[in-house]
T-cell receptor, first 114, second 113 residues
Framework: SQQGEEDPQALSIQEGENATMNCSYKTSINNLQWYRQNSGRGLVHLILIRSNEREKHSGRLRVTLDTSKKSSSLLITASRAADTASYFCATEINSGGSNYKLTFGKGTLLTVNP | DADVTQTPRNRITKTGKRIMLECSQTKGHDRMYWYRQDPGLGLRLIYYSFDVKDINKGEISDGYSVSRQAQAKFSLSLESAIPNQTALYFC????????????FGPGTRLTVL
């Protein structure tokens, strides 16, 4: 079963607006990461937030993490048409000893209309 | 040059054929992964390797096998391809020393007829 679930599945906004995507997960995590995927291409890492962090910024991206609610949000401010892509959250959990692995959600498809 | 490369980029094959997908990386990372992506299902982990002598099954390993020929190379094989293995396959790498980010290849689109 999926560890992380994004919400909404699809989001359509106008250029210049903010886009917010949410991710919920089920078990304790070491960190949560957000990735971006342009259609049919490889995923690109955007930002990582550790379990002891509550908020992190990178350029126009803002990520929050609420471990009590097991949820995270990704905010893209002042969106651009080039932000059109699928966005995935991925949770890193301990798979034994010092080894970890990522589990990806199903993604949110963001469309930014010019 | 891309840090993580996958060959072939596209492949059409028939049911029952043996297929090998190859992944190479120049990042010097010790960890490599194979994922499968289907529409509406996100990415699912097939196999992963934390070093050359370490191979682990992921969420959906049935019907697949892997080989870690060297630190830089990780191959995925479908011994007898079936139509429901039609999907987009991604290789990824990460490094225990530098953190938890995974770096993805461009993907291989596989169609099994």
């Amino acid at each position: 079963s999926q560890q992380g679930e994004e919400d909404p599945q699809a989001l359509s906004i106008q250029e210049g607006e903010n886009a917010t995507m949410n991710c919920s997960y089920k078990t304790s995590i070491n960190n949560l990461q957000w990735y971006r995927q342009n259609s049919g291409r490889g995923l690109v890492h955007l930002i990582l937030i550790r379990s002891n962090e509550r908020e992190k910024h990178s350029g126009r991206l803002r990520v929050t993490l609420d471990t009590s609610k097991k949820s995270s949000s990704l905010l893209i401010t002042a969106s651009r048409a080039a932000d059109t892509a699928s966005y995935f959250c991925a949770t890193e959990i301990n798979s034994g000893g010092s080894n970890y692995k990522l589990t990806f959600g199903k993604g949110t498809l963001l469309t930014v209309n010019p | 040059d891309a840090d993580v490369t996958q060959t072939p980029r596209n492949r059409i094959t028939k049911t029952g054929k043996r297929i090998m997908l190859e992944c190479s990386q120049t990042k010097g990372h010790d960890r490599m992964y194979w994922y499968r992506q289907d529409p509406g299902l996100g990415l699912r982990l097939i196999y992963y390797s934390f070093d050359v002598k370490d191979i682990n099954k992921g969420e959906i390993s049935d019907g697949y096998s892997v080989s870690r020929q060297a630190q830089a190379k990780f191959s995925l094989s479908l011994e007898s391809a079936i139509p429901n293995q039609t999907a987009l396959y991604f290789c990824a790498t990460s490094d225990q020393r530098t953190g938890d980010t995974q770096y993805f290849g461009p993907g291989t689109r596989l169609t099994v007829l």
